[in-house]
């Protein structure tokens, strides 16, 4: 079945960097692009940017810039987000999530919790 | 920025209908898509492109949307329908995605 399968929960120090991984199954990786969203505890979501898996063109929120790098293998189907100069605020569940028809996220990864603390 | 506002919450007794609303600012001009959120787990896409439903959902989901905005209607409600809902649009004059405030809805 189409899904995506996510890294594990990760734990950083603050200024550390943390990369998370997003495996692509059940469809073809370069079809579609693959989004980043991530969620603070107890709070909403917040999208962070896109990576074309098919040409490996990226963009992210300005908030971001500078601090996320999104990439791609699409010889293994997956999708990196790396985040740097990790801040207590960086917390959060981050997910991967397919963009189809609409523009809508019809397909989401499980989550990966990261968390940033001395 | 574009923003979306929703309800903090909305409380509904089992086999009523709950609507939670997403306002933005001619949202009647985009498409909306709708997502049901559990505890621990990822969103799930309910409703997209204002009122379509994904293969497979319960068709007690719908939506609309005019105007300011839009909604999503959930008719008979059951105990599982207990979740937060959060609404999402692309901006095309920001060319970014955004997603609603959230709405927590408890079944009674």
């Known amino acids: 079945q189409v899904q995506l399968v996510q890294s594990g929960a990760e734990v950083k120090k603050p200024g550390a960097s943390v990369k998370v991984f997003c495996k692509a199954s059940?469809?073809?990786?370069?079809?579609?692009?693959v989004h980043w969203v991530r969620q603070a505890p107890g709070q909403g979501l917040e999208w962070m940017g896109w990576?074309?898996?098919?040409?490996?063109?990226?963009k992210n929120v300005q908030e971001f810039q500078g601090r996320v790098t999104m990439t791609r293998d699409t010889s293994i189907s997956t999708a990196y987000m790396e985040l740097s100069r990790l801040r207590s605020d960086d917390t959060a569940v981050y997910y991967c999530?397919?963009?189809?028809?609409?523009?809508?996220?019809?397909?989401w990864g499980q989550g990966t919790m990261v968390t940033v603390s001395s | 920025s574009y923003v979306l506002t929703q309800p903090p919450s909305v409380s509904v007794a089992p086999g009523q209908t709950a609507r939670i609303t997403c306002g933005g600012n001619?949202?009647?001009?985009?498409?909306v898509h709708w997502y049901q959120q559990k505890p621990g787990q990822a969103p799930v896409l309910v409703v997209y492109?204002?009122?379509d439903r994904p293969s497979g959902k319960s068709e007690r989901f719908s939506g609309s949307n005019s105007g300011n905005t839009a909604t999503l209607t959930i008719s008979r409600v059951e105990a599982g329908d207990e979740a937060d809902y959060y609404c999402?649009?692309?901006?095309?004059?920001?060319?970014?995605?955004?997603f609603g405030t959230g709405t927590k809805v408890t079944v009674l």
């Open positions: 999530a397919r963009l189809t028809g609409d523009r809508e996220f019809d397909i």
């Open positions: 059940g469809y073809t990786f370069t079809d579609n692009y």
């Open positions: 990576i074309n898996p098919n040409s490996g063109g990226t």
């Open positions: 001619n949202i009647g001009s985009k498409s």
């Open positions: 492109d204002d009122s």
């Open positions: 999402q649009v692309w901006d095309s004059s920001s060319d970014h995605y955004v």
